[in-house]
Nanobody
């Protein structure tokens, strides 16, 4: 089992920045690829970013490229999402997720999920 707890969400003005964190506990963190997803009210859960087990590879959704950066610190068992140049359309509940071995953009392929942290961007 892997337990995930997100933090760092909040209310920010358009153009601002936030840094989300996801702390993991349980099994060996470095065995798991990590992903960030988001879900706005009435919409499906969307892929945001993913990172490989040692952080050497990342992938991003087109709508966040150049604005968001995913990173991880295996010693701290934490994955981060640095979000810059935020837009009102980025408003959503942000989830981190873990899956064993290879990263994926498909939320169905993740085994463990956090409870989410709310990000609200005002115009």
């Amino acid at each position: 089992q892997v337990q995930l707890v997100e933090s760092g969400g909040g209310l920010v003005q358009a153009g601002g920045s936030l840094r989300l964190s996801c702390a993991a506990s349980g099994r060996t963190f470095s065995n798991y690829a990590m992903g960030w997803f988001r879900q706005a009210p009435g919409k499906e859960r969307d892929f945001v970013a993913t990172i490989s087990v040692y952080g050497g590879s990342t992938r991003y959704a087109e709508f966040v490229k150049g604005r968001f950066t995913i990173s991880r610190d295996n010693a701290k068992k934490t994955v981060y999402l640095q979000m810059n140049s935020l837009k009102p359309d980025d408003t959503a509940l942000y989830y981190c997720a873990a899956r064993r071995a290879f990263y994926s953009v498909n939320h169905h392929e993740y085994d463990y999920w956090g409870q989410g942290t709310q990000v609200t961007v005002s115009s």
